[in-house]
């Protein structure tokens, strides 16, 4: 059970957009900043999405990211079959003492 | 550009110590406001965060697996290390290290992990 809410799946058809929810609560992303990861099949996470809707350099404005209150959204515009991979959540959790990361449960995109 | 590369035993017996180290290249451990962590992912499933430490030797650790997890830092060595004892085979996964950037003020602001290592898979089984 992740600390964070994504929901398990999305799919679109190719040139269309897709939104990612991530919930959590005020301990985690109401009072920290959220970032996104994108993991193709048999690689290690990379990193989308900083600062809740910042993108690194190379990153395409295609992805988007948006925060308010204890929710996160990734947004994705053009969809194309190479976007077909698993996406994560992640932010600092205050919750106890020393304070730990957590991350979503991911979500798997399907460009049909 | 900075890069990260795990290495360590692939097969680990249960209720011994799994030991692995991430090794910085392409820039110091030391520079800049970044700390270091330790990820793992079992197969099919989603990410697990186990621990940081800053260069200082400062450490945070997953509540769950804190009582069996140790993470050091060797600025010498451009190398950071994960123990974790008495091991199961739930703690069969990939293990990725990864570096994440930090604003030092307070609160901390963290802003995101911008660079992980690609993954090095250890299994435990006798």
């Known amino acids: 059970q992740s600390v964070l809410t994504q929901p398990p799946s999305v799919s679109a058809a190719p040139g269309q957009k897709v939104t990612i929810s991530c919930s959590g609560s005020?301990?985690?992303?109401?009072?920290?900043?959220v970032s996104w990861y994108q993991q193709l099949p048999g690689t290690a996470p990379k990193l989308l999405i900083y600062?809740?809707?910042k993108r690194p350099s190379g990153i395409p404005d295609r992805f988007s990211g948006s925060k308010s209150g204890t929710s996160a959204t990734l947004g994705i515009t053009g969809l194309q079959t190479g976007d077909e991979a698993d996406y994560y959540c992640?932010?600092?959790?205050?919750?106890?003492?020393?304070?730990?990361?957590?991350f979503g449960g991911g979500t798997k995109l399907t460009v049909l | 550009q900075v890069q990260l590369q795990e290495s360590g035993p692939g097969l680990v017996k249960p209720s011994q110590t799994l030991s692995l180290t991430c090794t910085v290249s392409?820039?110091?451990?030391?520079?800049?406001?970044?700390?270091w962590s330790w990820i793992r992912q079992p197969a099919g499933k989603g990410l697990e965060w186990i621990g940081r430490?800053?260069?200082?030797?400062?450490?945070n650790y997953n509540p769950s697996l804190k009582s069996r997890v140790t993470i050091s830092v060797d600025t010498s060595k451009n190398q950071f290390s994960l123990k974790l004892s008495s091991v199961t085979a739930a703690d069969t996964a990939v293990y990725y290290c990864?570096?994440?950037?930090?604003?030092?003020?307070?609160?901390?602001?963290?802003?995101?992990?911008?660079?992980w290592g690609q993954g090095t898979t250890v299994t435990v089984s006798s």
């Open positions: 990864a570096r994440a950037s930090y604003s030092s003020g307070w609160p901390v602001k963290h802003y995101g992990m911008d660079v």
């Open positions: 392409g820039g110091s451990i030391s520079s800049g406001s970044y700390y």
């Open positions: 600062e809740n809707n």
């Open positions: 430490i800053y260069t200082s030797g400062s450490t």
């Open positions: 005020s301990s985690n992303i109401g009072n920290n900043y």
């Open positions: 992640g932010t600092w959790d205050s919750s106890l003492s020393a304070g730990h990361w957590v």
